[in-house]
């Protein structure tokens, strides 16, 4: 258990030392935000309440997402995708399996102190930057945001099972980029980046409403809007974790098989 | 040797070492079809958007559906076609850091163009593809008064806006010699200048539409040209003949970046590792 604390801890500082790269994502997550506000602003103008979302409900989840996009791993996994891929591609990924400490929960507990980082560093900059510039529907009681913190954490989770799982596959494919793509764009999709998936009509919505992804931005920003309260936010969390351990548990049966069959690169 | 000489001397290294780095990437056919198909997929998310708003409003900022694809196809095949040809040059920064760039500047080939022919992205020819999908699709659907004129501003309009965008890809990869780790810079107006110009100008914010016509060109793009082929008002009042002036305005872009680019490569210390 030390050992797995003292991976996170190295994730969060190893994110922490590259200030001006946080400060130039923190720059671009902003930008995308004041443009994605305009929009969503040109349409809660026209239809009002489209989703279950008032016009500052709307502009809260238009940075929601910003804020979350590199937390939960909604572009490309945070690195540690690519960065696994290339271990798997080289044949360094050998020395990861001798190593005393289990290949997923080494790896989950890196990118748990990513995430950490990435929500502190890259999340409350520009939340705040679109709450003085635009009115933003705000939690009105104070354990929303401890709840919303909980949300958040368990779609890191169920993000990071994602991407292990995409990374795994590089053991077959040898070149991930094209597995990688594929994930990242359903993850754009599926997550609500794009648009709250409320506003996604008929069974496309249905769909996208159960999938993995939806934990990863869509159930938090309710959390946070005050959509889910009591039972419903039990559900919401019990929905979040399912997944969460539905998905670990492939990656490991997936990293079983890996062991046993694959030969390594390298030589 | 003339400017002449080295642009020709510059396309040729291009042409070579992208043409290796496509027999490079066709070795991994299963991988390069699926980067295909993401790349092509990607852009056509941003077009889903205006599809999902449309099926909840009629129109969006005064502009029909068709007019909005008309906005869109436009800035996307624009931004395809610079992503194709130097989209890499973004990259740079990590040359930078790791010094690997000494290698390119021993070559006996223009800086530029080997770093633009970088690891080529042949999966690009994705984006451009759907942008035109649409572009075509919007032409069609689209009600437009068509003039000699109107017809001869369109490809003026898209080849324009390739050079533009493709000046800022190039002035940010410039910029990250001197800030190597702000990469991501780049991106808010490359990408992010993208997303802005696929909705009408009358949604935004006057001040951020005049920024991006005074300051950063980008609403030559496609804004300006677009919206006097479609015969509407530009929500900041200017003089009509301003539709035409894109080719000027790319290259004094162009210039401009490359002015930038021969400083940053100046500018250049290599790591010595």
Redesign the interface.
């Known amino acids: 258990m030390r050992l797995y604390a003292a991976v996170a801890a190295g994730g969060f500082r190893r994110h922490a030392t590259?200030r001006?790269?946080t400060?130039?994502?923190v720059?671009?997550n902003t930008?995308?935000g004041?443009?994605?506000t305009?929009?969503f602003?040109?349409?809660w103008d026209?239809?009002p309440n489209?989703g279950g979302y008032d016009k500052p409900e709307a502009l809260a989840y238009v940075w929601i997402g910003q804020a979350l996009l590199a937390t939960c791993g909604l572009m490309g996994g945070g690195g540690f995708a690519e960065e696994l891929i290339e271990r798997i591609k080289t044949g360094d990924v050998a020395i990861d399996l001798y190593r005393p400490a289990d290949l997923q929960l080494w790896w989950l507990s890196a990118d748990l102190g990513r995430a950490a980082f990435e929500l502190l560093g890259r999340g409350i900059v520009p939340m705040a930057v679109g709450a003085l510039a635009f009115d933003l529907a705000l939690p009105d009681h104070a354990w929303q945001w401890p709840a919303f913190l909980v949300s958040v954490a368990l779609g890191v989770v169920v993000g990071f099972a994602i991407w292990f799982l995409v990374a795994l596959s590089a053991f077959w494919?040898?070149?991930?980029?094209?597995?990688v793509?594929?994930a990242?764009?359903c993850g754009?999709?599926f997550s609500g980046m794009?648009?709250p998936l409320t506003?996604?009509?008929g069974v496309l919505g249905d769909v996208a409403r159960v999938l993995p992804w939806a934990s990863m931005l869509q159930v938090p920003a309710d959390v946070f809007l005050g959509k889910h309260t009591g039972w419903g936010l039990l559900e919401a969390y019990g929905f979040q974790a399912g997944w969460a351990v539905v998905l670990l548990a492939a990656g490991r049966g997936l990293q079983l098989v890996a062991r046993r069959r694959v030969v390594v690169q390298g030589g | 040797m003339t400017a002449g000489a080295r642009l020709v001397e510059g396309l040729a290294a291009f042409r070579m070492i992208a043409a290796m780095w496509i027999r490079s990437t066709m070795t991994?056919r299963?991988?390069?079809?699926?980067?295909l198909?993401?790349?092509f997929?990607?852009n056509f998310?941003?077009f889903?958007?205006i599809l999902?708003?449309f099926?909840?409003?009629?129109?969006?900022?005064g502009l029909a559906f068709a007019e909005v694809a008309f906005l869109y196809g436009a800035t996307s095949t624009a931004f395809g076609l610079a992503d194709l040809a130097l989209g890499q040059v973004s990259r740079i920064g990590r040359r930078v850091r790791d010094g690997t760039l000494d290698t390119l500047l021993v070559r006996p080939a223009p800086v530029l163009a080997q770093v633009a022919a970088d690891r080529f992205a042949l999966r690009r020819l994705g984006r451009v593809t759907q942008g035109l999908f649409v572009f075509v699709w919007a032409l069609v659907l689209v009600d437009i008064d068509w003039t000699v004129l109107k017809v001869l501003v369109v490809p003026m309009m898209v080849l324009s806006g390739a050079v533009i965008f493709g000046s800022v890809m190039v002035a940010g990869a410039a910029f990250q010699f001197w800030?190597?780790?702000?990469?991501?810079?780049v991106?808010?107006f490359t990408y992010?200048g993208n997303?802005?110009l696929q909705?009408p100008p009358t949604?935004?914010?006057k001040d951020?539409v005049r920024g991006v016509t005074f300051v950063f060109p980008l609403a030559f793009v496609n804004w300006l040209p677009a919206l006097y082929v479609l015969g509407r008002p530009y929500p900041v009042d200017l003089p009509a003949f301003t539709a035409f002036l894109p080719p000027l305005v790319a290259v004094l872009c162009a210039l401009l970046a490359g002015a930038c680019w021969r400083a940053g490569l100046r500018a250049y210390r290599s790591t010595g590792s």
Do not use: K
């Open positions: 590259y001006v790269a400060a130039a994502g720059f671009t930008v995308f004041f443009v994605l305009f929009t602003m040109a349409l026209e239809r489209l494919l040898m070149d991930g980029a094209g597995v793509q594929i990242w764009l754009l999709f794009l648009l506003v996604f009509p | 991994y299963f991988s390069f079809a699926m980067t198909l993401a790349n997929v990607v998310f941003d889903v958007v999902l708003m099926t909840h409003v009629e129109g969006l900022g800030a190597r780790d702000a990469a991501e810079v991106n808010s992010g997303t802005l909705y949604i935004f914010a951020l």
